[in-house]
């Protein structure tokens, strides 16, 4: 069975005492019988002491990082630094890192490579604005996002991946996509997996929805046979909502 994942990206949001309390709450009262892989994604001046505490489950990610070793790159996080933080995810190509800071599609790729150098896990998202919804091209939208930058991976490699769908016009705006238009996209990414690789790696990726999704919809929207789990923004700085999150497959 795939595996099933909900992830918080907290964003910039949260004080430390703030993401430290958000933090114990979710470790302790997470459900030991849930089915779910739980990572959070805090700000990257939580991460090395939230990575380092003690008996939590929890996966630690960045949000964000530079794609070199080191370097004159005044006000960038390494990605070696990522990985001696002890996070062991990477959030790669979030609509937000695309849209206000100008990401690329060959940037989004060396990021993908430099995190596999390292052996980060890469949550790579995907997903259309408004615009390309409205003219009916977000399946060649989204398709060429991935081509871009994540399908030069060979099997092996892509099979460590987890792929997230966020249609940005769902991010943040309570609007979340019907389980038909997440299902229709979630088994097209599918598609092009198998078409690209083969079924056996097709099937094995999980593909997780992001876009408002919350305690209320989560569950419905993780039914879909291709929704494999969610990618949280805003209920994830809510412990109790987070948790229902976790238990709702
Ligand atoms: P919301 O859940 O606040 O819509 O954010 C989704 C998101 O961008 C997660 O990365």
Redesign the pocket.
């Known amino acids: 069975m795939r595996k099933k994942i909900v992830a918080g ?1 907290w964003k910039m949001n949260l004080m430390n005492q703030e993401a430290l309390l958000l933090f114990n709450t979710i470790s302790s009262k997470l459900d030991k019988d849930s089915i779910a892989n739980v990572m959070v994604f805090p700000p990257s001046l939580f991460v090395h002491q939230l990575a380092n505490s003690e008996n939590s489950e929890i996966t630690i990610g960045v949000q964000n990082f530079y794609p070199k070793d080191k370097g004159a790159f005044t006000g960038e996080i390494s990605v070696s630094q990522v990985k001696d933080s002890g996070a062991t995810s990477v959030l790669i190509g ?3 890192r695309r849209a206000y800071f100008n990401e690329t599609h060959q940037f989004l790729k060396e990021k993908v490579d430099s995190a596999i150098d390292y052996e980060l896990e890469v949550i790579f ?1 995907c997903g259309e604005p408004l615009e390309i919804r409205e003219n009916n091209s977000e399946m060649s939208y989204v398709k060429k996002q991935l081509e871009a930058s994540l399908f030069h991976l060979d099997g092996d490699t892509i099979k460590k991946c987890v792929i ?1 769908y ?1 249609p940005v016009w ?4 309570g609007k979340t996509a019907t389980i038909a238009q997440a299902e229709e996209m979630h088994a097209a990414i599918r598609f092009w997996l198998t078409e690209k690789y083969n079924s056996e790696i097709a099937e094995s990726i999980s593909i997780l929805y ?4 919350n305690a209320s919809n989560a569950n419905e929207l993780f039914s879909c046979p291709n929704v494999d789990g969610g ?5 994830a700085l809510d412990a109790e909502a987070f948790l229902q999150i976790t238990n709702s497959f």
């Open positions: 990206n979030h609509s937000e998202c997230a966020e769902a991010i943040g705006t992001g876009g408002s999704c990618l949280i923004g805003g209920a």
